[in-house]
């Protein structure tokens, strides 16, 4: 067991990738083999998860050195700096791994019965596993130019996963646009990782940390770093791709989808706090991050509330939770340099980013797929069509329910949980955030609202009299995301002490992150 | 560890409020007893009355997700016209807005570095 924690890490990345390859030529022999081994690998990788989870907040960070003689060998013999491809995993990482390991595992289980009808099923979950792969390598890489391959790895094949139901001319559209954009936001993050090693001769970020100085060039690199990872999380005003690509992709996609803008906020936090930390302009830096937060959560709710298509209404309000996790962090970044303000109310703010990117992953998942199972049904996703639809799609409609609550923030569902530490620790940074930040869950409120009254409520329309609940394995995931999120709501405390708290340690110990790699003298 | 979340400020902890819940719910369920017993479903009394008007199917009755909160967007009109314009759905334009947030950072960054 101890040898397999130890090369967990790279067993998580290595083991989607691997059966991605295999997934074709099972496929061709037996679609059931094919189904079973992409289910039984992602529970592998989950197991793998959660026991190198345990591990990390146990006993600290995780090295592994690929091509070392140990895995804890960061700098060879020889050399000063480490050249090797270095997985650094510590409590941040391994928050993040547990939301992408829930996350594929529910989408994998949907697609069973979703995707069944589809063509290419093979290329599909070969796609889909080269995205679980790479979002996994996102957030476990302790070197920048790795987190840009897979970076370009997760978005070229979330790209074509989004077009993969070729009969839909919309979804041809959004792969496009989700490709053009990932590509300009990968290309200037390659840029700005080109900056920063021309001055540094470093691509590790434990080590650049311990080097960076904040020049001029620190400067660029940080604001292109910045607004590329916004981009791809779908911060406003770079937010439109986001709902014309998460409107059109199967659902289990766009689940994976918002794990792996997920991953591009890790991407941003490890950035600002663990490669710059309080080497920048903390306050400027923090504020622009704030106002982006707030836009986008303004924005998004606004835009949410005049949707008719389902799918589009969930996006822009993923635009909204966006905003929150922004703020949050903002917030954190603002009062970096100022101990008693980190100390006071800086490391909740954290927290509360951090808690409401599992939460968020959980219930727009959650919300996604029950769009997707009235798709299957009833194969619009325009709510002028809708109606009544509850009488006969009882669980469907008890788990969008179950989704927007937890969206809307109301007591005792998780959101509010996340929200509630957001709201009070920025309220003592600036009560103006919190007061904007009530007012958009009030009308996320009246956002699914309107949503479930229209899909849901009302008499049961005679087109849709005889449609029937969605297949098990739908419903069974569902279930999963539904079980998780009334968990998180009853027992916010254990989730923040068990993994929230440790990520945010690990998010504000930058010492620890850097003598992890240039601690180690061989 | 708890079960409560504590945020510094104030704590948070849905076990207490679930029992609130609980509670309140107990009292609507009494209020909810007191009322009339006489109710029988599929009778006249359940029937939609529309002062003796002809009741129109379901199709008719249903208000549409199009038609919800028009007050609201009538009055957030200026509104709406403002922010709806960006949303082109063309990719350029996409791409131009991330070229602004990227000029419009750096330039307070610098002038940030200037005057400090």
Same mark, same amino acid.
């Given at each position: 067991m101890a040898t397999l924690i130890g090369h967990s890490s790279i067993l998580i990345i290595a083991v989607p990738l691997l059966i991605a390859f295999l997934t074709p030529l099972i496929g061709m022999a037996s679609k059931k083999a094919r189904n079973a081994i992409v289910i039984g690998g992602l529970a592998f990788v989950a197991f793998l998860v959660f026991a190198l989870a345990r591990d990390v907040i146990l006993n600290g960070i995780h090295i592994y050195t690929l091509?070392? !003689? $140990?895995?804890?060998?960061t700098i060879p013999e020889g050399t000063m700096v480490p050249v090797r491809i270095i997985l650094e995993v510590d409590g941040v990482s391994v928050f993040m791994g547990i939301i992408v390991a829930i996350v594929s595992l529910v989408a994998v289980i949907y697609s069973?019965?979703?995707?069944?009808?589809? !063509?290419g099923q093979n290329s599909f979950y070969t796609l889909l596993l080269l995205m679980v792969g790479s979002t996994f390598g996102m957030v476990f890489t302790g070197d920048l130019f790795n987190l840009f391959v897979f970076l370009e790895i997760a978005s070229i094949s979330g790209a074509a996963l989004i077009a993969s139901? !070729?009969? $839909?001319a919309d979804s041809q559209e959004g792969g496009f646009k989700y490709i053009v954009v990932s590509a300009i936001a990968s290309l200037m993050i390659l840029f700005a990782i080109g900056l920063l090693y021309a001055q540094y001769?470093?691509?590790?970020i434990g080590a650049l940390a311990a080097a960076i100085q904040y020049t001029m060039l620190d400067r660029i690199a940080l604001v292109i770093l910045i607004s590329a990872f916004v981009m791809k999380l779908g911060?406003?005003?770079?937010?439109?791709w986001l709902s014309d690509t998460y409107s059109v992709a199967p659902v289990s996609i766009t689940v994976l989808l918002i794990a792996a803008s997920q991953a591009s906020m890790y991407a941003l936090m490890r950035i600002c706090f663990t490669l710059y930390g309080v080497t920048l302009d903390l306050a400027v830096v923090g504020w622009i991050i704030i106002a982006i937060g707030i836009l986008s959560m303004f924005t998004g709710v606004t835009m949410a509330v005049r949707q008719t298509d389902i799918t589009r209404l969930i996006a822009y309000n993923c635009v909204c939770e966006a905003g929150f996790m922004l703020v949050g962090l903002g917030v954190g970044l603002a009062v970096l340099g100022d101990v008693t303000a980190l100390r006071t109310y800086g490391t909740t703010a954290i927290s509360g980013a951090i808690f409401h990117m599992i939460n968020h992953a959980l219930f727009e998942g959650l919300l996604f797929l029950v769009a997707g199972a009235i798709f299957y049904r009833?194969?619009?996703?325009d709510l002028n069509q809708m109606g009544g639809l509850g009488h006969t799609m009882k669980f469907t409609a008890m788990f969008f329910l179950l989704g927007a609550l937890a969206s809307s923030g109301i007591p005792p569902f998780n959101g509010f949980a996340s929200k509630i530490l957001i709201y009070e620790s920025v309220y003592q940074f600036n009560p103006i955030l919190t007061i904007i930040g009530i007012l958009v869950s009030i009308i996320t409120l009246a956002v699914f609202v309107k949503a479930f009254f229209s899909a849901f409520t009302g008499a049961s329309l005679p087109k849709y009299e005889d449609i029937k609940e969605v297949p098990k394995t739908m419903i069974a995931a569902m279930t999963i995301l539904a079980v998780i999120i009334i968990i998180f709501g009853l027992f916010p405390g254990l989730v923040v002490d068990w993994i929230v708290r440790p990520a945010t340690d690990a998010l504000l110990g930058q010492t620890s992150y850097i003598n992890a790699i240039v601690g180690v003298i061989p | 560890m708890t079960l409560i979340v504590e945020s510094g400020y104030e704590f948070w902890n849905p076990i207490i409020w679930l029992i609130a819940f609980a509670v309140v719910m107990v009292i609507v369920y009494f209020f909810r007893r007191r009322g009339e017993e006489k109710y029988k479903k599929g009778e006249a009394q359940a029937q939609i009355f529309l002062c003796g008007e002809e009741v129109p199917g379901a199709e008719q009755r249903q208000v549409r997700g199009g038609n919800a909160y028009w007050g609201f967007f009538e009055t957030l009109k200026e509104y709406y016209d403002v922010i709806v314009r960006p949303h082109t759905g063309i990719v350029n334009d996409y791409v131009v807005w991330f070229i602004a947030v990227v000029a419009i950072s750096a330039i307070i960054l610098f002038v940030v570095e200037l005057v400090g």
């Open positions: 091509g070392a !003689t $140990f895995p804890g060998l069973l019965s979703a995707m069944k009808g589809e !063509t139901r !070729t009969r $839909f001769n470093l691509l590790n911060g406003v005003p770079m937010h439109m009833i194969g619009t996703r | -």
